[in-house]
């Protein structure tokens, strides 16, 4: 039952350099997002994807880029990493557009800039 | 545009006691969900309940309940029976969802502690 799972767990960058976070569930979950969490400020939106081939802007997407060519995956990818993009970062997944659907989460990734 | 605030960045309550966790949201939707998580010092996060918009009852699971005053924009946690495994960060999050967009908003999060 791996649920929502992402790798790496931790990973420390030099400023610019570029990576991808590693996204995949196996619930066939058509509904995919990726937050950042910084100290006392709780978790913000980066992109979200409403199903295979559609993503979308949350409220920092800034420097991050997404793609979502399957149900099950949906890598993010840090352009030029920058140390303002230190954070812990999660993904997410489920149902399609419905309120009533919780949001499961991935364990998340400690993600350092020097 | 959507907003979660949760005004208590701690709390403390004792072994065996309740206590309510605070939140209030701002939406011009009138179809929004809204969730609570809970984030132990382990990092994952794990949902605990949910309260529709439509829904004329508050939810309530296992000894989570949620006080779900709508005409004031309220939807406060209530944890009965603390214990000290409750011990966490607690967030209030809305969900608005239509055709073009489904965007969960949180709260900056509530750190709850229990002692014995």
């Known amino acids: 039952n791996a649920g929502v799972t992402q790798t790496p767990k931790f990973q420390v960058l030099k400023t610019g350099q570029s990576m991808t976070l590693q996204c995949a569930q196996d619930m066939n979950h058509e509904y995919m997002s990726w937050y950042r969490q910084d100290p006392g400020m709780g978790l913000r939106l980066i992109h979200y994807?409403?199903?295979?081939?559609?993503?979308d802007q949350g409220e920092v997407p800034n420097g991050y880029n997404v793609s979502r060519s399957t149900t099950e995956d949906f890598p993010l990818r840090l352009l030029s990493a920058a140390p303002s993009q230190t954070s812990v970062y999660f993904c997410?997944?489920?149902?399609?557009?419905?309120?009533?659907?919780?949001?499961?989460f991935g364990d998340g990734t400690r993600l350092s800039i020097l | 545009a959507q907003k979660i605030t949760q005004t208590q960045p701690g709390m403390f309550v004792q072994e065996k006691e309740a206590v309510t966790l605070d939140c209030t949201y701002d939406?011009?939707?009138?179809?929004?969900?809204l969730f609570w998580y809970k984030q132990p010092s382990s990092g994952e996060m794990i949902f605990l309940i949910y309260?529709?918009?439509?829904?004329?009852q508050n939810a309530t699971e296992g000894r989570y309940s949620l006080n779900f005053q709508k005409a004031r924009k309220s939807a406060n946690l209530v944890i009965s029976a603390s214990q000290l495994g409750d011990s966490a960060m607690y967030f209030c999050?809305?969900?608005?969802?239509?055709?073009?967009?489904?965007?969960?908003?949180f709260g900056t999060g509530t750190r709850l502690q229990v002692f014995p």
């Open positions: 939406t011009s939707d009138p179809s929004y969900g």
């Open positions: 997410a997944s489920s149902y399609s557009v419905r309120v009533t659907q919780p949001q499961h």
């Open positions: 999050a809305m969900r608005e969802a239509s055709l073009s967009t489904d965007k969960l908003i």
């Open positions: 994807s409403v199903g295979a081939g559609i993503t």
């Open positions: 309260q529709g918009s439509y829904d004329q």
